[in-house]
Nanobody, 115 residues
Framework: QVQLVESGGGLVQAGGSLRLSCAAS????????MGWYRQAPGKQRELVAS???????NYADSVKGRFTISRDNAKITVYLQMNSLKPEDTAVYYC?????????WGQGTQVTVSS
């Protein structure tokens, strides 16, 4: 079916930057929404940012001005540029793609921001 593979996570100091990538493969309808969610220990999973096939974006208030989501429609890949990272950004970040009646998730990539 559909597989999503995340990469780019790691350990950084507060104020640093990371760039996450998520490559999709399989049967995916061209009109879709791709996004990034995150889940910290003991907390619920939350939407970080999303982007439609047409380029419309939305962000969580907590990351506006610091994170930028983008996509490559030819490769069906979504990116998340994370700047000015804070310790509260520490979480497992999950890639998501939604189209038609389908909803797919990646396995997650760990982002740890030290204080």
């Amino acid at each position: 079916q559909v597989q999503l593979v995340e990469s780019g996570g790691g350990l950084v100091q507060a104020g640093g930057s990371l760039r996450l990538s998520c490559a999709a493969s399989g049967k995916i309808f061209s009109m879709n929404v791709m996004g990034w969610y995150r889940q910290a220990p003991g907390k619920q999973r939350e939407l970080v940012a999303s982007i439609s096939s047409g380029g419309s974006t939305n962000y969580a208030d907590s990351v506006k001005g610091r994170f930028t989501i983008s996509r490559d429609n030819a490769k069906i890949t979504v990116y998340l540029q994370m700047n000015s990272l804070k310790p509260e950004d520490t979480a497992v970040y999950y890639c998501n793609v939604r189209y038609l009646m389908y909803d797919y998730w990646g396995q997650g990539t760990q982002v740890t921001v030290s204080s």
